[in-house]
């Protein structure tokens, strides 16, 4: 924790870009994870998942840190609640992942054979979004020495556009994902069927909530 407190010490926006970092190395976990799902390598599985947990923790508490010693006395142009929101938003992304990774464990949740590469674009376009939306962290601090103008807003505003489109990107090809699994429904265990149908459920807010850390830094050019 003492490496939380030396960011603290420069910055207000470097613990939250810090978060940010940490939550997107949980969610590109998930990549690893759904690979060694698809190999039926449980033993690989389980491994991925216990590291997806523990950049969960790591998240919340960063999270936790960054509220209740974030000082009152700096100045910025950006007030205690909008920085608290944000990190929550930030953290909700962490904590998507884990919940992913639970309802796969639970049941050695398989990906049937005939959606998988949809499955595959699904998840690759969420990982994308939890990507764009860190790059879009990382310019915070640009953003506050430009006084919140000029070319650094236009930039992020294109960075933001980009996420939108990798967005509704993910809630088209879920779309196709829903289509494909429900002309399976009949030939596949029930509970298996409901299991499936809330990981594409948890993927699809993930790509949502990554999302909407995008649009709330983009609103703090507006405030």
Same mark, same amino acid.
């Given at each position: 924790?003492?490496?939380?407190?030396?960011?603290?010490?420069?910055?207000?926006?470097?613990?939250?870009?810090?978060?940010?970092?940490?939550?997107?190395?949980?969610?590109?976990?998930?990549?690893?994870?759904?690979?060694?799902?698809?190999?039926?390598?449980?033993?690989?599985?389980?491994? @991925?998942?216990? /590291?997806?947990?523990? @950049?969960?923790?790591?998240?919340?508490?960063?999270?936790?840190?960054?509220? /209740?010693?974030?000082?009152?006395?700096?100045?910025?142009?950006?007030?205690?609640?909008?920085?608290?929101?944000?990190?929550?938003? !930030?953290?909700?992304?962490?904590?998507?992942?884990?919940?992913? /990774?639970?309802?796969?464990?639970?049941?050695?949740?398989?990906?049937?054979?005939?959606?998988?590469?949809?499955?595959?674009? @699904?998840?690759?376009?969420?990982?994308?979004?939890?990507? !764009?939306?860190?790059?879009?962290? !990382?310019?915070?601090?640009?953003?506050?020495?430009?006084?919140?103008?000029?070319?650094?807003?236009?930039?992020?505003?294109?960075?933001?556009?980009?996420?939108?489109?990798?967005?509704?990107?993910?809630?088209?090809?879920?779309?196709?994902?829903?289509?494909?699994?429900?002309?399976?429904?009949?030939?596949?265990?029930?509970?298996?069927?409901?299991?499936?149908?809330?990981?594409?459920?948890?993927?699809?807010?993930?790509?949502?909530?990554?999302?909407?850390?995008?649009?709330?830094?983009?609103?703090? /050019?507006?405030?």
């Amino acid at each position: 924790m003492s490496s939380i407190l030396n960011i603290f010490a420069s910055s207000p926006i470097a613990p939250l870009q810090h978060h940010m970092t940490i939550v997107n190395t949980c969610v590109q976990a998930l990549k690893p994870f759904f690979k060694a799902v698809l190999d039926h390598d449980w033993e690989t599985v389980k491994h @991925y998942r216990k /590291t997806i947990s523990d @950049y969960e923790h790591e998240a919340d508490a960063i999270k936790m840190h960054f509220r /209740t010693h974030l000082p009152r006395t700096w100045l910025l142009p950006i007030s205690r609640f909008e920085l608290f929101d944000l990190v929550a938003r !930030q953290d909700e992304i962490a904590n998507l992942s884990k919940d992913i /990774t639970g309802l796969v464990i639970g049941r050695k949740t398989e990906i049937p054979t005939t959606v998988i590469d949809t499955f595959r674009e @699904y998840l690759s376009t969420a990982l994308a979004a939890a990507n !764009q939306a860190t790059l879009i962290s !990382q310019e915070l601090d640009n953003l506050l020495e430009s006084g919140f103008r000029g070319r650094e807003v236009d930039y992020i505003d294109n960075l933001v556009t980009q996420l939108r489109e990798l967005e509704t990107r993910n809630d088209d090809v879920q779309v196709t994902l829903r289509g494909q699994l429900f002309e399976l429904e009949s030939s596949l265990p029930p509970v298996d069927v409901i299991f499936f149908y809330s990981i594409i459920d948890k993927i699809g807010e993930l790509a949502d909530c990554a999302q909407r850390v995008g649009s709330r830094i983009m609103m703090l /050019t507006a405030n």
